[in-house]
């Protein structure tokens, strides 16, 4: 098990406007982008107006011939379009001295940038 630093956001603001997530997750990469992934549908229904954004996206791609299972699947495709994550391993021998919690509180104060710089496997 490894420690991961996570950036979620919106690919309308790019994150902008605080539309963004951030998150220390305890797990596997494959976990903890699948946490990325799941927090990234939240983060885009939990905002009316990106809500809106998409679902108007969808209508205009929606032709006659399509089936209600049509529709649902484009919905999820535009969804999954706009959802963007980032996911960073957290070295421990920079880490090893806090609980993941502890870090979640510092990742939120220090931002995902420098909360990378300092804790992070750097690539």
């Not at 990469?29 to 229904?45: D, I, Q, V």
């Not at 649902?72 to 495709?77: A, H, I, V, W, Y």
């Amino acid at each position: 098990m490894a420690r991961y630093a996570l950036y979620i956001y919106e690919d309308i603001y790019g994150g902008l406007h605080g539309i963004n997530d951030v998150l220390v997750f305890e797990g596997t990469e494959k976990e903890a982008c699948k946490e990325a992934y799941n927090r990234g549908w939240e983060l885009l229904t939990s905002y009316g107006f990106l809500e809106d954004d998409l679902e108007e996206q969808v209508q205009d791609e929606i032709t006659d011939d399509m089936t209600f299972q049509d529709v649902d699947e484009l919905r999820s495709q535009i969804f999954a379009e706009d959802i963007e994550y980032e996911v960073v391993e957290i070295d421990e021998s920079k880490a090893a001295q806090y609980t993941t919690r502890q870090l979640d509180a510092i990742l939120c104060d220090f931002g995902f940038k420098e909360f990378c710089n300092k804790f992070c496997v750097k690539e």
